[in-house]
């Protein structure tokens, strides 16, 4: 199964890699990309979920750092979810 690093820009202007066990998320995300935190959230739910189901229906069990990701995207939500007007997560672009 081929793994795929999404590059996000934070509203903050910090970036990060963000794994992905699946290609689940070139299919939910575009490069250039822009979301409104919330969405982008909800989003990477989506496709953590799908990646996740995607590893258990090959291997027999679910992806842990499907669930790692969701978790470090929850956390960093959660940290800029209290500055004023939250904006926008941008996706970057892609590696494999």
């Not at 963000?18 to 935190?37: D, K």
């Not at 739910?45 to 990701?69: I, K």
Request: glycine share 10%; with cysteine.
């Amino acid at each position: 199964m081929p793994e795929v690093q999404m590059d996000v820009e934070w509203p903050d202007g910090t970036r990060e890699w963000l794994y992905s066990p699946s290609t689940i998320v070139e299919e939910v995300f575009s490069p250039g990309g822009v979301h409104p935190l919330g969405e982008f959230v909800e989003l990477t739910r989506q496709a953590m979920t799908e990646a996740s189901d995607r590893v258990r229906a090959r291997y027999g069990f679910p992806c842990t750092r499907a669930a790692a990701t969701l978790a470090a995207v929850e956390a960093t939500a959660t940290r800029l979810s209290g500055r004023a007007g939250e904006g926008d997560v941008r996706v970057a672009g892609f590696r494999r």
